[in-house]
C-alpha cells in the first residue's frame, strides 16, 4: 500500500503517555506496530524494523531497556560520510585547563543572551566537566542559550543522555520518538542516541543541562519512606509516536567521544511512525515533585530531595544525583533550618530556575549558578546564618523558591568559558567574610556583635 500523506512531528505535540520507565507501545498510522513479534519478514506500510538498544544485550532485566522503531528508511540511510566538525563552547570530560583554577568556591550570574543567532548546538556553553566521557563515567553542565531554531538540521548524542531544565523560554524537542514541549518548571530527559531538533516556541530560551555520561538516570529508591512520595511514576510522560515523511536536503550533527562530526542527507530522520518499547524520552513536571522532610526536629541530608539518580558502580554513591529545592514548609521545632555548613566528598553544582534560595538570600539568583567542589566547605551566609540562629520558629512556608542541584561523586573542572568569560562573581568568597565568632566562653555565646 501506497501511502501519501506527510505528517509533521508537530501534529502529535500535546500528547503523552505516563509512567517512568514503561513498556510503552505507540503508533502514528492504525497498524503500524507489528502484534506479537518484533520482526515480522515485512512490516506494515513497507517499513524498516530496528532496534535502539539503550543498555547491553544481557543487562539484568530490571534494568534492560530498548526499543522496537518502525521507520520509513532504516538508521543507515540517515547518515552518510561523516566530517568532524568544531563546536568549540561544548566540552567534555576529561578537560583540565592548565590556566583555569578549579579549586573553590564559584558563584555566577546568568548567562546573558546576546545578539548572535544562537541554535542548541551553537548555543551550549559548558560551565564543568568530571568523569571522563570515553570511559562513560560523570558528566557536564551547561547552560544553553537559544535564540533560533534548528531547521532541517537535527542532533545526537552517542556519549550522553541529556538532563534539560528550562529557565527561561519555550523549547520544542522533535525526537524519532515523538514531539516534547517543554518549559520552565519542566525537566526532560533524551536518551543517549536519540535524534532531534530542537525549535524555539518562545525566546530567547536559557536553560541548564545535564550531560549524563554514565548510567541512565532512575528514580531513587524511597526506602522507609515508602511507595509514594518525592517523585511518582505516573507524572513522568513520553510522548507519542510521531513522524516526518520529508525529502528535503539536512544535516545531521553527532557528539561521539567528546568530537562533533557532521553528515548530511536527503530526508527527515525524524520517521519513525511506530515504536514500543522502554528506552524513550521523558518529561516530568518539577511542581508535581512531593517534598519529604522533617516535621519535628533537625532536617535530613538533602538527598531527600532527590528527584533522579544516575548510580555509578558503588551502591548507594552516585555518578549524578539531580536534587530539587522547592516550594515547602519548615515547622522543625528548634532547629537550624537551613542548610548547614558542610564539606562534601561529592561536588555540588546548583542553577536557580525561579525566586530566592533559603541558604543565600541575594546574590544567587534565578538563572544563576553556583559550585562546591568536592571536600570545599560552604553554607549558609550571614544574613541566613542570623536570621535562621534568631528568629521566632513558627510554622513558615518558604515559597516561591526553586532551585536544583546536580551533584557528582567526581570533581567538576571548570572551562575556560566558566572561568574567564561566563559572569563569575567575584566576591562569593566573601559571603561568609563577615560571619563572627559567638564563642565567649560562656555557655550562651555572644550574641550581641
Ligand atoms: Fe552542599
Redesign the pocket.
Known amino acids: 500500500m501506497r501511502h501519501d500523506s506527510v505528517q509533521t512531528a508537530g501534529q502529535n505535540a500535546l500528547e503523552y503517555m505516563p509512567g517512568f520507565g514503561n513498556d510503552f507501545e505507540t503508533e502514528a498510522l492504525a497498524g503500524a506496530l507489528p502484534q506479537g513479534m518484533n520482526s515480522p519478514q515485512k512490516c506494515p506500510y513497507g517499513l524498516y524494523a530496528e532496534q535502539l538498544s539503550g543498555t547491553a544485550f544481557t543487562a539484568p532485566s530490571h534494568q534492560n531497556e530498548r526499543t522496537w522503531c518502525y521507520r520509513i528508511r532504516p538508521s543507515v540511510k540517515h547518515s552518510t560520510r561523516y566530517a568532524k566538525i568544531d563546536l568549540p563552547f561544548w566540552k567534555s570530560a576529561p578537560h583540565v585547563d592548565p590556566d583555569v583554577v578549579s579549586l573553590g568556591q564559584y558563584r555566577w550570574d546568568p548567562v546573558p543572551h546576546t545578539a548572535e543567532e544562537l541554535t542548541w548546538l551553537t548555543g551550549m556553553r559548558t560551565m564543568t566537566t568530571a568523569g571522563d566521557v570515553n570511559t562513560q563515567v560523570g558528566m557536564a553542565s551547561h547552560i544553553y542559550l537559544v535564540t533560533a531554531s534548528m531547521v532541517d538540521e537535527y542532533f545526537y548524542s552517542a556519549d550522553s543522555e541529556l538532563l534539560i531544565v528550562p529557565q527561561e523560554g519555550k523549547l520544542r524537542l522533535a525526537t524519532e520518538l515523538g514531539v516534547i514541549d517543554l518549559a520552565p518548571q519542566e525537566i526532560a530527559i533524551i536518551p543517549r542516541g536519540l535524534v532531534y531538533r530542537v525549535e524555539l516556541l518562545e525566546g530567547p530560551a536559557r536553560g541548564f543541562v545535564c550531560e549524563n555520561y554514565g548510567q541512565k538516570f532512575e528514580l531513587p529508591g524511597r526506602g522507609p519512606i515508602g511507595a509514594n512520595c518525592m517523585a511518582n511514576r505516573r507524572d513522568f510522560k513520553t510522548p507519542v509516536a510521531a513522524f516526518e515523511d520529508r525529502d528535503t536536503p539536512s544535516k545531521i550533527t553527532i557528539k561521539w567521544c567528546g568530537q562533533f562530526h557532521e553528515t548530511k542527507i536527503g530526508h527527515s530522520p525524524l520517521d519513525i511512525v511506530a515504536w514500543h518499547g522502554n528506552y524513550a524520552p521523558v518529561k516530568y513536571d518539577l511542581s508535581t515533585y512531593c517534598p519529604v522532610g522533617s516535621i519535628l526536629f533537625d532536617h535530613p541530608d ?1 538527598s531527600i530531595f532527590t528527584v533522579l539518580t544516575a548510580p555509578s558502580g558503588v551502591p548507594g554513591t552516585a555518578n549524578i544525583d539531580f536534587v530539587l529545592f522547592r516550594e515547602r514548609w519548615m515547622v522543625a521545632e528548634d532547629t537550624f533550618r537551613p ?1 548547614w555548613y ?1 564539606k ?1 566528598i561529592m561536588s ?1 553544582l546548583m542553577g536557580n530556575i525561579y525566586g530566592q534560595y533559603d541558604a543565600k538570600p541575594k546574590g544567587f539568583v534565578p538563572g544563576g549558578m553556583s559550585l ?1 567542589n568536592m571536600m570545599l566547605p ?2 549558609p551566609d550571614k544574613n541566613a546564618f542570623e536570621g535562621a540562629s534568631t528568629s521566632d520558629l513558627k510554622a513558615e512556608k518558604l515559597d516561591n523558591t526553586m532551585s536544583f ?1 546536580f551533584e557528582t561523586r567526581f570533581p567538576q573542572h571548570l572551562t575556560r568559558f566558566a572561568a574567564k568569560e561566563a559572569p563569575l562573581q567575584d566576591d562569593y568568597i566573601d559571603c561568609w567574610d563577615s560571619l563572627e565568632k559567638k564563642f565567649d566562653g560562656t555557655p550562651e555565646g555572644n550574641w550581641n556583635k
Open positions: 538533602p542548610p558542610h562534601n555540588e562546591h560552604h553554607g542541584m
